[in-house]
């Protein structure tokens, strides 16, 4: 099982990135998948989500600037990130979770690191 993400940098206040999750190594289309955050002291946040069916719902905080979309094709995850803050500055993660009964499972990327320069 992986997921490994891509698209993090550095970039100024702003601007603009998109990060991609790639999975394999299991049935990506009945997870539902999601994209947390940390900075530094602080504690990981879910910043996105989208269910299996393909509805997304979002931290206030980044409301009307990011956008997460999948390709059940491609097994892919995106998260489109716009008018990127400082305090958007993080690595980001993905994660996926599966809910069956009483079973759970739950797998995470390495993570991204995301650097808003103002």
């Known amino acids: 099982v992986q997921l490994v993400e891509s698209g993090g940098g550095l970039v100024q206040v702003g601007g603009s990135l998109r990060l991609s999750c790639a999975a394999s190594?299991?049935?990506?289309?009945?997870?539902?998948i999601g994209w947390y955050r940390q900075a530094p002291g602080k504690q990981r946040e879910l910043v996105a989500a989208i269910t299996s069916g393909g509805s997304a719902n979002y931290v206030d905080s980044v409301k009307g600037r990011f956008t997460i979309s999948r390709d059940n094709a491609k097994n892919t995850v995106y998260l489109q990130m716009n008018s990127l803050k400082p305090e958007d500055t993080a690595v980001y993660y993905c994660n996926a979770e599966l809910i069956s009964g009483w079973r759970r499972v739950v797998y995470w990327g390495q993570g991204t690191q995301v650097t808003v320069s103002s």
């Open positions: 190594g299991f049935t990506f289309d009945d997870y539902a």
